[in-house]
């Protein structure tokens, strides 16, 4: 596994890329993943190491790498992100993985609006609260996911023409990462505790993924623990 991550951040040139914050959503969801979870685990940490992925040294030398690369706006090839979420899908944990990873950069982006907007957004009436939620939502969506978000009647459609994570695991499992992210993202911008479903696949020959989000029913305390 250790040459697929080697291969997977090759200095290459690419044209198509992707802000750095997907990549490290990714890695850091490996790590926590992969973090001992009691001291019975921990006390084995270096044995460990060499067992689980996510404790391994090129795993966290690449965590560094892409933070960097975050604090200084970054963009990196679409293919590493690509790559990487190839070898999660290997994993039999991949669909908590990209979950995991899509709430971590939904709560990463979400961070990057003021505090002063996210408090409106949370006080202001419904009516007032989501037309400031949705343009947050596709700046964000725009930036970190290179996808675009529109209202279609009661619903938002986030479309994604290059997803990273398509076919990178059996059964549309690497799709999960982008519900996860919009979920997340919605949750926190104003509590929606509406669903998303996945309305087109490009693995089923549907064109572009597209992602319906419900976002009608919310919940103040919602996303604020």
């Excluded at 921990?42 to 966290?60: C, F, H």
């Excluded at 709430?103 to 007032?128: D, G, N, Q």
Aim: aromatic letters at 8%; a positive charge.
């Amino acid at each position: 596994s250790r040459a697929i991550i080697a291969s997977a951040f090759s200095p290459d040139f690419m044209l198509a890329t992707v802000d750095a914050l997907l990549p490290l959503s990714l890695l850091e969801a490996v790590r926590n993943v992969d973090t001992p979870a009691d001291s019975f685990e921990a006390e084995y940490v270096d044995e460990l190491r060499n067992k689980r992925l996510g404790l391994s040294d090129t795993i966290y030398s690449q965590i560094r790498r892409h933070t960097e690369a975050v604090k200084r706006n970054k963009r990196i090839p679409q293919e590493e992100a690509i790559a990487l979420a190839k070898l999660i899908g290997r994993r039999p944990d991949a669909e908590a993985i990209f979950r995991a990873a899509g709430k971590y950069l939904a709560r990463e982006s979400y961070f990057t609006i003021s505090p002063v907007t996210r408090r409106m957004m949370r006080l202001l009436p419904a009516a007032m609260a989501r037309p400031i939620a949705f343009k947050r939502a596709k700046r964000i969506t725009s930036r970190y996911l290179n996808a675009s978000v529109r209202r279609v009647g009661n619903f938002l459609l986030l479309e994604v023409p290059r997803s990273v994570t398509l076919d990178t695991a059996p059964s549309g499992i690497g799709c999960v990462y982008y519900e996860s992210t919009i979920k997340e993202l919605l949750r926190m911008l104003i509590g929606s505790i509406g669903s998303v479903e996945h309305v087109r696949c490009e693995s089923r020959g549907e064109g572009t993924c597209e992602w319906r989000a419900d976002w009608r029913t919310f919940d103040r305390s919602a996303g604020l623990e």
